[in-house]
């Protein structure tokens, strides 16, 4: 049916083959019907324009009115009809919503059959995925209890359907998420966390993930239904969605509050997402990095616990590593936000060498200007705090004038109070490089420049001066020798 359909039919018009589906929908043969819909359900699955075609002609009413009324074969088959059209667009979930289906996949929940309630939940799921008005129609409806039943049978094909349609409701809105709170589905899903099925588990954490996502009640919710340590686990799994969802269910967590991120800290959490990270490549190591950042932005003791626990040179391997400009700007901001504290931080930031990492990406007109504005950012933030010195002295020869200034401001600040890095820094070159430096009188950068040269005897700062050596060979010209 399925190959005939897609090869003869279609070319000679859609209203015509539809129109001969819908009346073999009404055949008095059960077997007839089944294929009809499973027909109609192929085609609608294909592409939007013949998922269109079943919506205008007046197709689905029949199979709303036959979904109440017929055998579960019939039921499976037009429940994914409805699937096959609602998953194309708002517009063509809305019109599945409009001729009352949403109450009969709902008793479709409750079926004997466990093949019906998978059915109507992939149908349901597929509807609330686009928004928040849709979502909110299918709660509306009685889904949410219902489906919060179907987590707890045994058939994992409906658990994992069940699990995700949850997910694609709580995603849109505060109140949707409590919806699902509210119907008991967290302490569920929780205990599934280590079920071996991976498709499940990464269900399951995506579902936990988008309730934790929108507010701090509600990712303490979450973890008041004792997913730590247990989700630690899954950061080790074999598959990668399941590490991926692990690590974004952690930050969602993470980024609301210190004491939520304390608590993550305290789980052993950063050090198994500093591991994660190390495990894998590409956007599985996404949440894990900015998981990171959020941890460290929230407090000095934070940054700090992540510093301790190495996530500070795995960072500087992604920002190297990683050829996606959206990961290495994740990495960049992490990075911007430990290094941001004290000098202390700074210098656990710039001793990996990340600093001329970020400089370069700040400065190529290969990166994304995301990448671009998360660099320079990250740098500003780390220079302003950074008092190690060797990691700010190649930047006096290669920084553009917004980042140098930043850089001659830390050196400013430092050689007053440190002879030893006052001689280094004449032995080095970088006295004789912030001479040639052209900065505007009265400038912040010819303040800094004079706080620098106001560590130095006068001779010292002559001698580095651009054209000294001219005026010195002037004078050997005009130098006239004692006659013996």
Same mark, same amino acid.
Request: one cysteine or more.
């Given at each position: ?27 008095v ?7 009809a ?12 324009d013949l998922?269109?075609?079943?919506? *205008?002609?007046?197709?689905?009413? @029949? ?71 849709l ?13 919060v ?14 699990a ?35 498709k499940?588990?990464? @269900? ?6 988008? /309730? ?16 730590f ?6 950061? *080790? ?20 509050? +210190? ?80 290094g941001?504290?004290? +000098? ?17 990406? $700040? ?10 504005? *998360? ?29 140098? *200034? ?25 006295l004789?490089? /912030?001479q ?20 130095? +005897? ?15 060979? @002037?004078?050997?010209?005009? $130098? ?5």
């Amino acid at each position: 049916m399925h190959s005939l359909t897609m090869d003869l039919w279609i070319p000679n018009g859609q209203a015509g083959v539809m129109s001969l589906l819908r009346t073999l929908l009404l055949d008095v043969v059960p077997t007839i019907q089944q294929t009809a819909a499973l027909a109609l359900g192929r085609l609608a699955n294909y592409n939007d324009d013949l998922a269109e075609a079943v919506v *205008k002609c007046d197709i689905l009413p @029949q199979l709303v009115y036959s979904l109440a009324e017929q055998n579960r074969f019939y039921k499976k088959a037009a429940a994914f009809v409805l699937r096959a059209v609602g998953k194309h667009s708002p517009q063509l979930a809305q019109a599945i919503v409009d001729c009352g289906a949403l109450d009969t996949l709902v008793i479709c929940l409750e079926d004997f059959d466990p093949g019906v309630k998978e059915a109507a939940a992939w149908a349901l799921r597929y509807i609330a995925r686009h928004n928040a008005e849709l979502s909110q129609a299918v709660v509306d409806a009685g889904a949410v209890p219902l489906l919060v039943l179907c987590i707890q049978e045994p058939e994992i094909a409906l658990k994992r359907i069940a699990a995700s349609a949850l997910s694609d409701i709580a995603k849109h809105s505060p109140e949707l998420a409590q919806t699902v709170v509210d119907a008991g589905a967290v302490a569920h899903l929780a205990q599934m966390i280590l079920n071996p099925d991976a498709k499940l588990k990464h @269900q399951i954490l995506s579902a936990l993930s988008q /309730v934790s996502k929108h507010s701090v009640d509600l990712a303490e919710m979450v973890v008041e239904a004792e997913i730590f340590p247990v989700v630690l686990t899954c950061l *080790k799994d074999k598959d990668e969605y399941v590490k991926k969802n692990a690590s974004t269910l952690i930050r969602e967590i993470a980024k609301h509050t +210190p004491e939520l991120s304390q608590l993550v800290v305290n789980a052993g959490g950063v050090a198994a997402v500093i591991d994660c990270i190390g495990s894998c490549k590409g956007n599985t190591r996404l949440p894990g990095i900015m998981m990171l950042g959020y941890v460290a932005a929230h407090s000095e003791n934070l940054a700090m616990a992540v510093i301790i626990s190495k996530g500070v040179p795995q960072l500087s391997v992604c920002l190297s590593e990683e050829p996606e400009d959206h990961i290495k700007a994740a990495a960049a901001w992490a990075l911007g936000q430990i290094g941001r504290h004290t +000098p202390e931080h700074a210098r656990a930031v710039a001793v990996t060498n990340a600093l001329p990492v970020l400089l370069s990406l $700040y400065m190529s007109t290969e990166s994304s200007e995301d990448l671009q504005v *998360k660099s320079k950012k990250a740098i500003k933030n780390i220079l302003q705090k950074c008092t190690y010195l060797p990691a700010l002295e190649p930047f006096l020869y290669d920084a553009p004038p917004n980042i140098l *200034k930043h850089v001659v401001g830390q050196f400013s600040k430092v050689l007053p109070h440190d002879s030893k890095a006052r001689r280094l820094f004449v032995t080095s070159g970088g006295l004789k490089k /912030v001479q040639e430096i052209k900065a505007e009188p009265g400038s912040l950068l010819q303040e800094y420049i004079n706080s620098i040269n106001n560590c130095y +005897p006068e001779e010292i700062v002559r001698y580095y001066s651009p054209g000294y050596s001219d005026t010195l060979l @002037q004078r050997v010209d005009s $130098y006239q020798p004692l006659n013996n």
